[in-house]
């Protein structure tokens, strides 16, 4: 078992799925020789071949379209956009095709399809390299967008997504690409979608999260815990369709929530989830659920970076606030 | 002086084998030596022709949704649909009855369709994809079929339908574009009826022709007369046989007039001028073909009766089917959305029973 | 990643490698040096651009490189297009991450959040009101009903819960002994003079008057003196405050006695009153009972108890003496308090009853 980082796990899982499953084939910008940006496709042109690692030209609306097509026809495309922030040309084909084509025929059609895409801040990169809007795409009827958020998740829930019969949106936190090993068992074995992942089991308060800031979040924990509050943290790694069970059955046992995400506060995730909480486990609640996010604002260039996302001793203070209210 | 040196010329040509005055300017190819082949096509145009009628008749009697008449352009598509073998793909836009039944698409399933119900593109032949309403976005969904034709290794096409109006989508290149680099079988078929809603082809673009779009993809363009449908008939069946025997694409510009609304929710009258639908139809290709016809003695006032009266027969029993259709279980809404229903949303689907019929 | 000569400045077009500082497989900081080389004008050392693992060298002593050309191969690429990745060698340890959703082993009290805060505000505790809603909640008006009778209704549970949290986390170590009040007549106001007794010796010993945090290991004296006094009743014991009684003289602390007995009995005793006692006495001695281990509450870290006042013979002035007996019993907290100033403090307690006036 060999410790890797969340982008070779990427790598991994889909050089295991391309072995196992001839159907299954990749495109995108740079993705074949280069073995893509990140090296998030490294060496699989040389195992596979042409015909299954495909160079595209550059057009995203293309890369969407055409993998939509491949798919309808039965082959398992995952398709790279470079970026989030390129994604957009494409939503045409994801929201007005993909997700709906098994809706529109009945069954009789269908789209197995994986849109991959680096997300987030964080890395220091020009304008419009990091993007957070996974809520434009949760809010879609008929997709799933899933994040993972360590390697052992990302080469999991990877798997799973390539074998659902449906379309899924992959979005890898890019600031997390190398940021931290973790073995993971190249043994082929998916990990359920739809379903949160409680990393940390706690008493006194739950803290919901996905994505990068899992980082800040497991942070603010630490220093946290040192003060005798027993937090909970949730990655919620589906974000659509949301597993609300796992988040209330917490919150019931807690009485307490923050929300942790990056993308910006107005229509993020974040609202939908302290929504639910609100109707279901109203009285459970000890304290409003606060959100602690992203602004709603265009993410800054480089320098401001990392004045944009929320920092470690914000989210501590909003747990104590939380802790303190009644 | 050393010459201008010019790197790139390129040629569209122009097809006809039946001109305006149904005279041969072209040999015959050899399906069109065959009367009884060209009697089937002629009786597909016929059924298109008063199927349209019916569906604008329905819609206009508040029985069918808005519906776009395909009325003088039965030729291309009836020609295009002869051309598709079984194993062939179709993608289509929404005018082309005239291919989809001939694969097997009812016309009771189209009335459905237009009817506001899911079941009517639920085609139970998996290659013919559905209806396109977001202009253009299909012929990159034939590129990626194409795609996975070329990785399996199987010798066979994609025929893609847009309008002229279609040609100026970005997907539509970025589907030229890769099918010519990536050498797909796609067939990209535009039918140029000359109106994209009101706005005419000489404002769609300053391309002289839209078949020299496909120079720019590299690969070859032609235009055909979309009135003639041995001709249509013809190239696309060359352009599909290139596809699957070369894996080279083609672009067909399938030249016609739209000669009604470009649906029953619009009214040409506010921007065509008088006399020229009046004048296109003068080259209407049902007339041409049957003077053909009659011309080889293939085709009599007694037959036209006898089609005339089999053709309303088979529309009405389609539009007594579709009228018939009672609405589709309300659960419905979300039986399809996944493979299997997620958790999540088996609450509202719940709600939708509970609900779904208060709405009076 | 290649490394290339930089222009050393002034446009010089190449240099002589002079001395390499580091070698294949080194693994270098950013600006730690890695070679020196020689150029037309100076000896100058080349820093390095970034960190990591050297695979190659490009040349040797010697030789001369162009301004431009490879100097250095590190190993890896940074692979990416835009941006930099951070790269840590921090391997994540994930222990028992669980998929899904578990069931709650223990139930939780169900209350609308302005309930809830209304409950607070009142002083009660939620634990011991009855949940009358349709969803199994506790409705504002249970909440209010405890207000009255109710809350007393719970004072057993609440006693039983109160007890065992004292008992486990309280060191209690008590002290007992006998204050002669023969001086004094039978129709002395014993339990003032006691009080009185109390608050003279905390003036002496303040530690005994004092609220401790276990949790936080504080210790805050407190200046104001708050007695709790215990009382009996048939719906169990409850232990009314009497605030600043420092300021208060033997009738105005009499009158605040009575008072409070009749509201215990009638049940009319508000929450608040029961609260914020900074020390207890605890009469227990009414029916039997002469010395006792009485239990602390925390925070506070002293009571002193009083049992059954009785005649007893006693040695007075290497005399035997019939005299009139307090027996007193003083638990410390031993977390906290020590044993000489718990000793000190019953001793001036004892002092003044023994020189007190009627």
Redesign the interface.
């Known amino acids: 078992m060999a410790e890797i980082t969340l982008v070779e796990a990427v790598d991994l899982a889909l050089a295991y799925e391309m072995q196992a499953d001839p159907s299954v084939v990749i495109l995108g910008e740079d993705i074949a020789k280069n073995g893509g940006v990140f090296r998030a496709t490294q060496g699989l042109l040389d195992k596979f071949g042409p015909d299954r690692v495909r160079d595209t030209p550059l057009a995203e609306s293309m890369i969407g379209g055409l993998a939509i097509g491949m798919a309808i026809e039965g082959l398992k495309p995952v398709a790279e956009f470079q970026f989030m922030g390129f994604l957009y040309p494409a939503l045409d084909q994801i929201i007005n095709h993909a997700a709906r084509i098994r809706n529109r025929t009945r069954g009789h059609l269908s789209c197995p399809v994986v849109f991959r895409a680096p997300f987030g801040s964080g890395i220091h990169a020009p304008e419009h390299h990091s993007e957070s809007t996974e809520a434009l795409l949760a809010h879609i009827p008929g997709l799933r967008v899933v994040i993972p958020s360590s390697p052992v998740r990302a080469y999991g829930l990877l798997l799973a997504s390539i074998r659902d019969p449906d379309p899924v949106i992959f979005l890898e936190p890019s600031r997390l690409y190398r940021f931290a090993k973790q073995e993971v068992e190249d043994n082929g074995k998916a990990l359920p979608l739809d379903k949160c992942f409680t990393l940390r089991e706690g008493k006194d308060i739950t803290l919901v999260t996905w994505g990068a800031m899992i980082k800040e979040t497991m942070a603010a924990a630490e220093v946290i815990v040192k003060e005798g509050i027993d937090v909970e943290i949730i990655d919620v790694a589906t974000l659509k369709p949301l597993d609300m069970e796992t988040i209330l059955s917490s919150v019931e046992k807690t009485g307490r929530c923050v929300i942790i995400h990056e993308a910006p506060k107005t229509g993020g995730v974040g609202a939908d989830i302290s929504a639910q909480i609100a109707e279901k486990a109203l009285l459970s609640l000890k304290a409003p659920v606060m959100r602690i996010t992203g602004y709603d604002t265009i993410v800054p260039y480089a320098r401001l970076e990392k004045y944009y996302i929320p920092s470690v001793p914000q989210i501590v203070d909003a747990i104590k606030k939380t802790m303190e209210f009644a | 002086m050393p010459g201008l040196k010019i790197v790139a010329h390129f040629e569209i040509p122009y097809y006809q084998i039946l001109n305006e005055a149904q005279e041969l300017v072209a040999d015959l190819p050899s399906f069109a030596k065959d009367p009884a082949h060209l009697i089937r096509l002629y009786r597909l145009m016929v059924l298109n022709r008063l199927f349209d009628a019916k569906a604008i008749a329905l819609q206009r009697t508040g029985k069918l949704g808005t519906y776009p008449s395909t009325l003088g352009q039965e030729a291309a598509f009836v020609g295009m649909g002869d051309a598709l073998s079984k194993n062939d793909v179709i993608v289509p836009y929404y005018r082309d009855v005239g291919i989809l039944i001939q694969r097997g698409v009812k016309l009771s399933e189209i009335l459905l369709y237009w009817g506001g119900d899911e079941r009517g593109n639920a085609f139970a032949n998996k290659e013919n994809f559905p209806y396109s309403v977001p202009v253009g976005s299909q012929p990159l969904h034939a590129a990626g079929v194409a795609t996975a034709f070329k990785i399996r290794k199987e010798k066979r096409a994609v025929l893609t339908v847009c309008g002229d109006g279609g040609t100026s989508e970005g997907d539509f290149y970025e589907a030229m574009n890769v099918a010519g680099v990536w050498k797909l079988p796609v067939v990209f078929a535009v039918c140029n009826n000359q109106w994209a809603i009101s706005v005419p082809r000489s404002e769609q673009t300053a391309a002289q022709t839209l078949a020299q779009k496909a120079i720019a993809a590299g690969f070859s363009g032609e235009q055909v007369d979309g009135n003639d449908v041995i001709a249509v008939r013809d190239r696309v069946t060359l352009a599909l046989e290139k596809a699957r025997e070369k894996s080279e694409p083609t672009l067909i510009e399938i030249i016609c007039y739209r000669q009604n609304d470009h649906t029953t929710a619009d009214d040409a009258k506010r921007y065509e001028k008088a006399k020229v639908r009046e004048q296109e139809w003068e080259k209407e290709p049902i007339a041409r073909l049957r003077r053909y016809l009659e011309s080889i003695k293939a085709w009599s006032e007694k037959e036209e009766k006898e089609l005339q009266v089999t053709s309303e027969a088979e529309i009405e029993k389609s539009v007594a089917e579709y009228l018939a259709t009672p609405l589709a279980p309300l659960e419905n809404m979300f039986d399809y959305l996944y493979a299997t229903l997620p958790e999540s949303l088996e609450e509202q689907r719940e709600l939708l029973k509970q609900w779904g019929n208060t709405h009076g | 990643m290649i490394f290339n000569l930089p222009d050393l400045g002034e446009g010089l077009a190449e240099a002589e490698i002079r001395e390499w500082y580091v070698k294949q497989g080194d693994i270098v900081k950013v600006d730690q040096k890695l070679l020196s080389v020689e150029t037309a004008k100076a000896v100058v050392d080349v820093p390095s651009p970034e960190a990591g693992k050297i695979v190659k060298l490009y040349g040797n002593k010697g030789d001369f490189i162009k301004t431009g050309a490879p100097l250095v191969e590190f190993e890896g ?1 940074n ?16 222990d ?9 082993e ?1 139930e ?6 302005a309930i ?2 209304l409950a ?1 505000q009142l002083n009660i505790d939620l634990n011991l009101v009855k949940p009358t809603g349709s ?1 199994g ?1 506790i409705t504002e008006e249970d909440v209010r009903k405890s207000q009255g009778s109710d809350a007393l209704h719970g004072v057993r549970r609440f006693m039983a819960e109160a007890m065992s949290y004292a008992h486990q986390e309280i060191a209690a170590v008590t002290l007992m002994d006998d204050a002669n009040i023969t001086h004094l007549s039978g129709n002395a106001d014993i339990t003032v003079a006691i009080f009185q007794a109390l608050i003279h010796a905390i003036k002496k010993e303040p530690a005994l008057n004092a609220w401790y945090d276990s ?1 936080t290991k504080t210790r805050i004296l407190q200046h104001d003196i708050h007695l709790g006094l215990a009382i009996d009743t048939e719906e169990g014991l409850f232990v009314p405050v009497l605030k600043d009684t420092h300021q208060k003289d033997a009738k105005a602390l009499r009158s605040e006695i009575d008072v409070f007995k009749k509201s215990v009995r009638d049940r009319t005793v508000s929450p608040n009153d029961l609260k914020g006692a900074t020390i207890t006495i605890s009469n227990f001695g009414m029916f039997a009972g002469r010395y006792a281990t009485p239990m602390i509450v925390p925070p506070q870290v002293a009571i002193l108890g009083c049992g059954q006042i009785r005649k007893e013979v006693k040695v007075v002035e290497d005399k035997m003496a019939i005299c009139r007996v307090a027996p007193l019993s003083l638990t410390f907290d031993h977390r906290v308090v020590t044993g000489g100033e718990a000793s000190r403090f019953l001793a001036a307690v004892i002092h003044y009853l023994e020189s007190a006036h009627d």
């Open positions: 690429d692979g990416s297009v835009v941006g930099k990745l951070e790269a840590s060698s921090h391997v994540l340890k994930e028992n991450v669980i998929i899904g959703a578990r069931k709650n223990n939780f009290i169900k209350v609308l959040p809830r805060a607070k969803h909640e949790k």
